[in-house]
Nanobody, 118 residues
Framework: QVHLVESGGGLVQAGGSLRLSCRAS????????MGWYRQAPGKKRELVAG???????NYADSVKGRFTISRDNAKNTVDLQMNSLKPEDTAVYYC????????????WGQGTQVTVSS
């Protein structure tokens, strides 16, 4: 059984910063891509940032220059540093990982709320 456990959400004023962390635990061979998604009320879940096992990153246009994704392959963790937060960043943020055991499966964290006040 694989679990993704997130931490770091909360309430912050516009212009502030938050750091989200996610750790994968359980039985598996390796982790391919990892990423952070978000879903605001009434909207579809969207990719915020992704990072490959080799460290290649990609970002949504709306967060480029403000958010930074990083991962530690030895610790099975992925972090999202969010700076210059805006009210429109308010959403539930979900960690995602492509995990290889006997096959390659997609796993999600439970979600963590990020609220940015104006």
């Amino acid at each position: 059984q694989v679990h993704l456990v997130e931490s770091g959400g909360g309430l912050v004023q516009a212009g502030g910063s938050l750091r989200l962390s996610c750790r994968a635990s359980g039985s598996f061979f390796s982790i391919n891509n990892m990423g952070w998604y978000r879903q605001a009320p009434g909207k579809k879940r969207e990719l915020v940032a992704g990072v490959s096992r080799g460290g290649d990153t990609n970002y949504a246009d709306s967060v480029k220059g403000r958010f930074t994704i990083s991962r530690d392959n030895a610790k099975n963790t992925v972090d999202l540093q969010m700076n210059s937060l805006k009210p429109e960043d308010t959403a539930v943020y979900y960690c995602n990982a492509e995990i290889r055991y006997w096959g390659l499966d997609n796993y999600w964290g439970q979600g963590t709320q990020v609220t940015v006040s104006s």
